[in-house]
């Protein structure tokens, strides 16, 4: 787009361009992201005011500026913006530049505190296997649940250039609340659930919900697909601003939840899909109600649920003679008790469930005693250990954690993750369980300003064939 005519639409002021015809074909906020050609769009940070980058993005062929406050130090073209409008201003910006991509796709928005990962990953393949082409955004594809506009744009762009014609995005409310997604044309927003999490950035969980809600309004979203079963859910129903289907198991009969699927009856067709838990089978039943909302019939996803697969890092399985290992991404109390719950379908007759877990530094601190308390409620065998402690005291962190125990004898705390996982996999039996939660598919440890190479998968399965239980 023309920046004359990208300023005009943003209602801003262009200074210091002798062409307003000079045509941007791209836009980043991260300086290292940027391409020749491209907008670097200045906003401040909670850490770091990325106006010092602006020497840096002019070497990586920044075209213009789009800005709060006039840099005087370069002769770049400068969009001005009211400084209270910045991210707004972004995200209309990263629309315009890469040509509303939205409006060229069906969206599937998913927010909701857990089951955002699954959800669209289910819905993705389904749509896969029925031949439609399908972008995905979320946990497992970046490094951030829901990007920021510039990419949420940039990526949407993409996948039509492709030829896709669905994307199936997770929206986090930190998203919603930073408008990364202003400006997004969602065909179906989904909610899962809410439960605590993220109260580090939220005040409170009525502002975290006011988040949430905020993607079932028409400036966003065309319909709604919303878990009924939750308390959180039963009130989005209520002042949700677009139509919305309400889901709920009551619509099932005969589930049967087994330890490597489930099955159930909806509406005259008998789905099956090898999925672990309860958790999953509403995972499972809102994609499904998502695409036929999106106008698929039932009977042609019979077949393809039965071939889906859990994401990685949900509810994974580590090869093991004895016992079964799970490698889960849980690092809520809500998310700990699905998966907890879940996965006692595994256990022997006399066997015990075991779980190594963790909570991440710089984050919501009230949800560690939480934690703490949903373990020893639900597993035999608790191991605290370090999550991503970042700044924070490894040992601090735990102490939240045990805190919320009340048999203080019950919770062990080994601060090694690979040591507890080591010592976990060496005491599983037979018909043991064990859990390793919080870091699902991450493949590193954040260590104070450090990042090191850390895998739940592989150190489980390491420890399994060192100690000789390994299949090979």
Known sequence: MMLGELARRLDAQLIGCG?????????????????????????????????????????????ALLVATPVLET?????????????????????????????????????????????????????????????TMGTLWGRLTT?????????????????????????SSIALSMDRVRYLNVEVAMFTNLSQDHLDFHSSMEEYFEAK???FHPRYAKLGVVNADDTWGQRLLEVAEVPVVGVSDAELSQVTLGPYGLSF??????????????????????????????????????EVAREVQAPRGRLERVPSRHGS???????????????????????????????????GGERDHGKRPLMGATAER?????IITSDNPRSEDPQAIADDIAAGCTNVAKPRIILDRRLAIRTAV?????????????????????IGSASYDFDDYDEALRAVLELGDGEG
Request: hydrophobic letters at 45%; glycine letters at 10%.
């Open 75 to 135: 002769a770049l073209p400068q969009i001005v913006v009211e400084s209270s409008r910045i991210r707004d201003r972004v995200a209309l910006a990263s629309q315009l530049v890469y040509g509303e991509p939205s409006k060229h796709l069906k969206v599937i928005g998913v927010t909701g505190t857990n089951g955002k990962t699954t959800t669209v990953s289910l819905i993705s393949e389904m749509l896969g296997l029925l031949g439609c082409g399908v972008g």
């Open 265 to 302: 009856d909806l509406r005259g067709h008998r789905f099956a899909a090898p999925l672990i838990g309860h958790h999953n089978l509403v995972n499972l039943h809102m994609a499904l109600i998502a695409l036929e909302t999106l106008g698929f019939d039932l009977h042609d996803l019979v």
């Open 325 to 359: 290992i799970f490698i889960d991404y849980a690092h809520s109390p809500g998310a700990l008790e699905q998966v907890l719950t879940a996965a006692r379908l595994s256990l022997g007759r006399t066997g015990k469930l075991m779980v190594v877990f963790g909570a």
């Open 426 to 446: 060496d005491e599983l039996c037979d018909e043991d369980v064990l859990v390793v939660a919080g870091k699902g598919h991450e493949r590193s440890q954040r």
């Open 378 to 382: 639900l597993a035999d065998v608790v």
């Open 19 to 63: 062409d307003e015809s000079i045509t941007a074909t791209g836009i980043a906020m991260d300086h290292r992201l940027l391409s020749v050609g491209d907008i670097f769009a200045v906003v401040p940070g909670a850490h770091v005011d990325s106006r010092i980058f602006v020497g840096q993005a002019e070497s990586n062929g920044a075209l």
């Open 147 to 171: 990007p920021e506009a510039p990419e949420v744009a940039r990526r949407l762009a993409h996948f039509v250039a492709e030829g896709r014609s669905y994307a199936a995005m997770e929206i």
């Open 213 to 215: 809600a905020s993607l």
